[in-house]
Nanobody, 115 residues
Framework: VQLQAYGGGSVQTGRSLRLSCAAS????????IGWFRQAPGKEREEVAC????????YYGGSVKGRFTISRGSANNTVYLQMNSLKPEDTAVYSC?????????WGKGTQVTVSS
């Protein structure tokens, strides 16, 4: 199982970014997947996830209405569309998947939002 996040960068307040998480070794459509983020000096925060079954999605309170998680079955990738970015969204974003009650993590990608 491997996960690789990419698509981070530096943007100004109000702009958008789309993060991608390429998965291998399993199918993103049949397992719980999501994104966490961690800013310097802060605790890790869950941003968004799609639970097993994929009927609903979860968003952290600070990103609800601005971020959208989705998955592409054709390329086995999970996306995080981030709109209306704020400086407080600055963090390292990492994707994860749950397989048989075990969490797998990908290397994170840095997102920096300047005012």
């Amino acid at each position: 199982v491997q996960l690789q996040a990419y698509g981070g960068g530096s943007v100004q307040t109000g702009r958008s970014l789309r993060l991608s998480c390429a998965a291998s070794g399993f199918t993103v459509g049949t397992h719980a997947i999501g994104w966490f983020r961690q800013a310097p000096g802060k605790e890790r925060e869950e941003v968004a996830c799609i639970p097993t079954g994929g009927i609903s999605t979860y968003y952290g309170g600070s990103v609800k209405g601005r971020f959208t998680i989705s998955r592409g079955s054709a390329n086995n990738t999970v996306y995080l569309q981030m709109n209306s970015l704020k400086p407080e969204d600055t963090a390292v974003y990492s994707c994860y998947a749950i397989l048989e009650s075990r969490a797998y993590w990908g290397k994170g990608t840095q997102v920096t939002v300047s005012s």
